[in-house]
Protein backbone atom coordinates (compact mmCIF):
# COMPACT_ATOMS: atom_id res chain seq x y z
CA UNK A 1 0.00 0.00 0.00
CA UNK A 2 1.10 3.93 -0.70
CA UNK A 3 -0.49 4.60 2.35
CA UNK A 4 2.17 6.08 5.22
CA UNK A 5 2.14 8.81 8.09
CA UNK A 6 4.69 11.39 7.92
CA UNK A 7 7.08 9.74 10.25
CA UNK A 8 7.27 6.23 8.86
CA UNK A 9 10.45 5.32 7.08
CA UNK A 10 8.93 5.30 3.14
CA UNK A 11 10.02 3.12 0.77
CA UNK A 12 9.77 6.32 -1.75
CA UNK A 13 9.14 10.04 -1.39
CA UNK A 14 7.86 11.31 -4.93
CA UNK A 15 7.87 14.90 -5.10
CA UNK A 16 5.65 16.37 -7.75
CA UNK A 17 2.06 14.90 -9.29
CA UNK A 18 2.16 16.18 -13.17
CA UNK A 19 2.09 13.32 -15.89
CA UNK A 20 5.55 11.71 -14.45
CA UNK A 21 5.19 11.76 -10.96
CA UNK A 22 1.52 10.41 -11.40
CA UNK A 23 2.77 7.97 -13.53
CA UNK A 24 5.76 7.02 -11.03
CA UNK A 25 3.04 6.47 -8.44
CA UNK A 26 0.77 4.23 -10.30
CA UNK A 27 3.66 1.94 -10.77
CA UNK A 28 4.69 1.81 -7.15
CA UNK A 29 1.25 1.20 -6.02
CA UNK A 30 1.04 -1.39 -8.27
CA UNK A 31 4.59 -2.92 -7.20
CA UNK A 32 2.91 -2.79 -3.57
CA UNK A 33 5.37 0.25 -2.14
CA UNK A 34 4.90 2.12 0.74
CA UNK A 35 5.44 5.81 -0.39
CA UNK A 36 4.00 9.58 -0.54
CA UNK A 37 3.52 12.08 -3.40
CA UNK A 38 3.91 15.45 -2.08
CA UNK A 39 3.24 17.98 -4.88
CA UNK A 40 2.80 21.97 -4.88
CA UNK A 41 0.10 22.02 -7.16
CA UNK A 42 1.81 23.63 -10.11
CA UNK A 43 2.21 21.20 -12.73
CA UNK A 44 3.09 22.55 -16.11
CA UNK A 45 0.73 20.55 -17.83
CA UNK A 46 -1.68 22.89 -16.57
CA UNK A 47 -0.87 25.54 -19.17
CA UNK A 48 -1.71 22.85 -22.26
CA UNK A 49 -5.05 23.99 -24.05
CA UNK A 50 -5.81 20.67 -25.69
CA UNK A 51 -3.11 18.25 -26.74
CA UNK A 52 -2.86 16.18 -30.03
CA UNK A 53 0.26 14.40 -29.61
CA UNK A 54 -0.29 12.73 -25.61
CA UNK A 55 -1.08 8.77 -27.15
CA UNK A 56 -3.95 7.09 -26.58
CA UNK A 57 -6.33 10.65 -27.23
CA UNK A 58 -7.18 10.77 -31.25
CA UNK A 59 -9.44 14.01 -30.28
CA UNK A 60 -7.02 15.59 -28.30
CA UNK A 61 -6.67 16.70 -24.13
CA UNK A 62 -6.67 19.15 -22.57
CA UNK A 63 -3.95 19.50 -19.77
CA UNK A 64 -6.15 19.71 -16.56
CA UNK A 65 -8.58 16.63 -18.18
CA UNK A 66 -4.82 14.67 -18.58
CA UNK A 67 -3.93 15.20 -14.99
CA UNK A 68 -7.39 14.49 -13.86
CA UNK A 69 -7.47 11.27 -15.37
CA UNK A 70 -3.74 10.07 -13.90
CA UNK A 71 -4.78 11.59 -10.71
CA UNK A 72 -8.27 9.17 -10.86
CA UNK A 73 -5.72 6.18 -12.30
CA UNK A 74 -3.68 6.51 -8.76
CA UNK A 75 -6.60 6.88 -6.51
CA UNK A 76 -8.24 3.21 -7.82
CA UNK A 77 -4.97 1.90 -6.16
CA UNK A 78 -5.15 4.13 -2.72
CA UNK A 79 -2.27 6.40 -3.97
CA UNK A 80 -1.53 9.35 -1.33
CA UNK A 81 -1.00 12.46 -2.60
CA UNK A 82 -0.55 15.61 0.21
CA UNK A 83 -0.18 18.92 -0.67
CA UNK A 84 2.87 20.80 0.17
CA UNK A 85 5.80 22.44 -1.20
CA UNK A 86 9.10 20.99 -0.73
CA UNK A 87 11.64 23.17 0.64
CA UNK A 88 14.44 21.19 1.79
CA UNK A 89 15.67 17.84 1.21
CA UNK A 90 18.94 16.51 3.27
CA UNK A 91 20.69 13.50 4.25
CA UNK A 92 19.91 11.32 7.55
CA UNK A 93 22.19 8.14 7.63
CA UNK A 94 20.70 5.81 5.24
CA UNK A 95 18.14 7.82 4.11
CA UNK A 96 16.78 11.11 2.79
CA UNK A 97 14.44 13.78 4.89
CA UNK A 98 12.40 15.98 3.11
CA UNK A 99 10.91 19.02 5.00
CA UNK A 100 7.78 20.94 3.63
CA UNK A 101 7.46 24.94 4.03
CA UNK A 102 5.24 23.96 6.51
CA UNK A 103 7.36 22.10 8.95
CA UNK A 104 6.10 18.64 7.77
CA UNK A 105 8.76 15.51 7.11
CA UNK A 106 9.20 12.45 5.81
CA UNK A 107 11.85 10.00 5.62
CA UNK A 108 12.44 7.71 2.82
CA UNK A 109 15.02 5.63 1.69
CA UNK A 110 14.97 6.80 -2.12
CA UNK A 111 13.49 10.23 -3.19
CA UNK A 112 12.17 10.36 -6.83
CA UNK A 113 11.69 14.29 -8.26
CA UNK A 114 9.25 15.24 -10.86
CA UNK A 115 9.30 18.54 -9.95
CA UNK A 116 9.23 20.29 -13.55
CA UNK A 117 10.20 23.52 -15.04
CA UNK A 118 8.70 26.41 -14.70
CA UNK A 119 8.32 28.39 -18.47
CA UNK A 120 9.24 32.54 -18.68
CA UNK A 121 6.33 33.77 -20.20
CA UNK A 122 6.33 37.02 -21.81
CA UNK A 123 5.03 40.28 -20.18
CA UNK A 124 2.12 41.08 -22.53
CA UNK A 125 -1.58 41.75 -22.43
CA UNK A 126 -3.90 38.97 -22.68
CA UNK A 127 -1.47 36.06 -22.20
CA UNK A 128 -3.84 33.82 -20.60
CA UNK A 129 -6.51 34.21 -23.30
CA UNK A 130 -3.84 33.80 -26.31
CA UNK A 131 -2.59 30.21 -24.30
CA UNK A 132 -6.85 29.12 -23.92
CA UNK A 133 -7.45 30.28 -27.69
CA UNK A 134 -4.03 28.92 -29.01
CA UNK A 135 -2.78 32.03 -30.28
CA UNK A 136 0.23 31.65 -27.91
CA UNK A 137 1.79 28.08 -28.04
CA UNK A 138 4.75 27.10 -26.04
CA UNK A 139 5.84 24.16 -27.76
CA UNK A 140 6.33 23.74 -31.20
CA UNK A 141 7.15 20.07 -30.97
CA UNK A 142 3.90 19.44 -29.31
CA UNK A 143 1.43 21.65 -31.49
CA UNK A 144 3.34 23.05 -34.57
CA UNK A 145 0.97 20.60 -36.91
CA UNK A 146 -2.02 22.91 -35.81
CA UNK A 147 -0.22 25.65 -36.56
CA UNK A 148 0.32 24.73 -40.28
CA UNK A 149 0.28 27.55 -42.88
CA UNK A 150 -0.78 30.31 -40.37
CA UNK A 151 1.32 33.68 -39.84
CA UNK A 152 3.62 32.60 -37.11
CA UNK A 153 6.20 34.78 -35.00
CA UNK A 154 8.60 33.44 -32.73
CA UNK A 155 9.31 35.51 -29.25
CA UNK A 156 12.98 35.38 -28.14
CA UNK A 157 17.06 36.12 -27.87
CA UNK A 158 17.67 36.53 -31.88
CA UNK A 159 19.62 33.50 -32.13
CA UNK A 160 17.49 31.44 -30.13
CA UNK A 161 14.56 32.38 -32.42
CA UNK A 162 16.19 31.51 -35.58
CA UNK A 163 16.27 28.23 -34.60
CA UNK A 164 12.77 27.71 -33.48
CA UNK A 165 11.86 29.18 -36.75
CA UNK A 166 14.11 26.80 -38.84
CA UNK A 167 11.98 24.10 -37.37
CA UNK A 168 8.67 25.47 -37.83
CA UNK A 169 8.95 26.34 -41.49
CA UNK A 170 8.32 22.52 -41.55
CA UNK A 171 4.54 23.33 -40.59
CA UNK A 172 4.55 27.65 -42.43
CA UNK A 173 6.19 28.70 -44.85
CA UNK A 174 5.56 32.37 -42.83
CA UNK A 175 8.07 32.59 -39.98
CA UNK A 176 9.22 35.57 -38.14
CA UNK A 177 11.43 36.01 -35.33
CA UNK A 178 10.40 39.26 -33.24
CA UNK A 179 13.99 39.46 -30.99
CA UNK A 180 13.25 39.85 -27.08
CA UNK A 181 16.49 42.14 -26.83
CA UNK A 182 18.51 44.04 -28.85
CA UNK A 183 21.81 42.17 -30.74
CA UNK A 184 22.62 41.31 -34.16
CA UNK A 185 22.31 37.48 -35.21
CA UNK A 186 25.81 35.26 -35.22
CA UNK A 187 26.80 34.94 -38.85
CA UNK A 188 25.57 31.40 -39.02
CA UNK A 189 21.95 31.81 -37.29
CA UNK A 190 22.16 34.82 -40.60
CA UNK A 191 22.88 32.44 -43.10
CA UNK A 192 19.99 29.79 -41.38
CA UNK A 193 17.71 32.92 -41.88
CA UNK A 194 18.21 33.38 -45.50
CA UNK A 195 18.00 30.17 -46.66
CA UNK A 196 14.54 29.53 -44.83
CA UNK A 197 13.43 32.86 -45.59
CA UNK A 198 12.98 33.59 -42.14
CA UNK A 199 11.76 37.18 -41.79
CA UNK A 200 13.45 38.98 -38.96
CA UNK A 201 12.13 42.26 -37.02
CA UNK A 202 12.95 44.72 -35.15
CA UNK A 203 12.94 43.66 -31.19
CA UNK A 204 9.14 43.71 -29.56
CA UNK A 205 8.10 47.20 -28.13
CA UNK A 206 4.55 45.85 -27.38
CA UNK A 207 2.52 42.91 -27.40
CA UNK A 208 -0.80 42.45 -27.04
CA UNK A 209 -2.74 38.88 -27.88
CA UNK A 210 -6.93 38.17 -27.91
CA UNK A 211 -8.59 34.93 -29.22
CA UNK A 212 -7.66 35.76 -33.08
CA UNK A 213 -4.30 36.09 -32.55
CA UNK A 214 -1.55 38.07 -31.57
CA UNK A 215 -0.03 42.29 -32.55
CA UNK A 216 3.50 43.27 -31.97
CA UNK A 217 4.78 46.47 -32.14
CA UNK A 218 8.25 46.90 -33.49
CA UNK A 219 10.07 49.93 -34.57
CA UNK A 220 8.87 49.02 -38.35
CA UNK A 221 5.54 49.07 -37.41
CA UNK A 222 2.89 47.13 -35.93
CA UNK A 223 1.82 43.73 -37.01
CA UNK A 224 -0.36 40.93 -36.58
CA UNK A 225 0.31 37.22 -36.21
CA UNK A 226 -1.95 34.21 -36.20
CA UNK A 227 0.59 32.21 -33.86
CA UNK A 228 3.01 33.87 -31.58
CA UNK A 229 5.73 31.14 -29.88
CA UNK A 230 7.43 32.61 -26.91
CA UNK A 231 10.88 31.14 -26.37
CA UNK A 232 11.91 32.45 -23.44
CA UNK A 233 13.56 29.82 -21.50
CA UNK A 234 13.01 27.75 -18.39
CA UNK A 235 13.27 27.49 -14.90
CA UNK A 236 14.70 23.99 -14.28
CA UNK A 237 12.98 23.28 -10.45
CA UNK A 238 16.12 21.14 -9.39
CA UNK A 239 17.63 23.03 -6.59
CA UNK A 240 16.58 20.04 -4.00
CA UNK A 241 19.06 17.67 -6.19
CA UNK A 242 21.83 20.28 -6.83
CA UNK A 243 21.66 21.59 -3.01
CA UNK A 244 22.86 17.68 -2.73
CA UNK A 245 25.35 17.83 -5.20
CA UNK A 246 23.02 16.26 -8.38
CA UNK A 247 24.90 17.27 -11.36
CA UNK A 248 22.82 19.55 -13.89
CA UNK A 249 23.68 20.65 -17.64
CA UNK A 250 24.15 23.94 -18.85
CA UNK A 251 20.22 24.74 -18.73
CA UNK A 252 20.56 23.49 -14.56
CA UNK A 253 18.62 20.59 -15.87
CA UNK A 254 19.27 17.47 -13.75
CA UNK A 255 21.60 14.93 -15.66
CA UNK A 256 20.63 11.00 -14.87
CA UNK A 257 22.02 7.71 -16.05
CA UNK A 258 19.64 5.03 -18.01
CA UNK A 259 17.59 3.94 -14.94
CA UNK A 260 16.69 7.76 -14.08
CA UNK A 261 19.48 8.14 -11.22
CA UNK A 262 21.24 11.42 -10.82
CA UNK A 263 24.59 11.32 -9.69
CA UNK A 264 23.81 11.36 -6.10
CA UNK A 265 23.29 7.70 -4.87
CA UNK A 266 19.10 7.05 -4.40
CA UNK A 267 17.65 10.48 -5.96
CA UNK A 268 16.37 9.47 -8.77
CA UNK A 269 14.32 12.31 -11.39
CA UNK A 270 11.89 11.80 -13.94
CA UNK A 271 10.05 14.38 -16.77
CA UNK A 272 10.76 18.19 -17.70
CA UNK A 273 13.30 18.55 -14.77
CA UNK A 274 15.48 16.16 -16.35
CA UNK A 275 18.12 16.95 -19.30
CA UNK A 276 15.68 15.71 -21.69
CA UNK A 277 13.34 16.03 -24.50
CA UNK A 278 10.24 17.70 -22.78
CA UNK A 279 7.23 15.43 -23.60
CA UNK A 280 4.23 14.07 -21.88
CA UNK A 281 5.25 10.82 -23.57
CA UNK A 282 8.88 10.79 -22.36
CA UNK A 283 7.91 11.75 -18.88
CA UNK A 284 5.70 9.00 -18.76
CA UNK A 285 8.39 6.79 -19.86
CA UNK A 286 11.13 8.14 -17.37
CA UNK A 287 8.37 7.36 -14.91
CA UNK A 288 8.23 3.72 -15.64
CA UNK A 289 12.01 2.91 -15.60
CA UNK A 290 12.54 4.99 -12.77
CA UNK A 291 9.57 3.37 -10.77
CA UNK A 292 10.97 -0.73 -12.19
CA UNK A 293 14.56 0.60 -10.84
CA UNK A 294 13.79 1.64 -7.08
CA UNK A 295 11.31 -1.57 -6.69
CA UNK A 296 14.55 -3.35 -8.38
CA UNK A 297 16.52 -1.61 -5.25
CA UNK A 298 14.13 -2.08 -2.61
CA UNK A 299 13.93 -4.60 0.18
CA UNK A 300 12.25 -7.39 -1.05
CA UNK A 301 8.30 -7.48 -0.66
CA UNK A 302 7.42 -11.16 -0.84
CA UNK A 303 3.65 -11.45 -0.37
CA UNK A 304 2.90 -13.98 2.28
CA UNK A 305 0.34 -16.47 1.30
CA UNK A 306 -3.18 -16.13 1.85
CA UNK A 307 -5.32 -17.82 4.36
CA UNK A 308 -9.19 -17.78 3.66
CA UNK A 309 -10.35 -17.35 7.37
Known amino acids: ?125 GLEVGIASHAVRLCAICDGYEASDTDIAVLAPVDVGIHHAAFLRSFSRTVAVVPSEAGEPSPECAEVAEQAGIELLPPALSMRCDEHGCEVETAAGTRRFDTLYPVLGSDAQSRLASELGAAVDDNAELVVDARMQTSVDGLYAIGDVVSALNQISVAMGHAAIAASALHGRLPANWREKQVDA
Open 1 to 125: MSVASADDLLDVLVVGAGPAGLTAATYLARFHRRFVVVDAGKSRARWIPTSHNCPGFPHGIGGDALLDKLHAQAAGFDVRIEDGRIERLQRDGEAFVATAADGRTWRARFVLLATGVVDVMPAMD
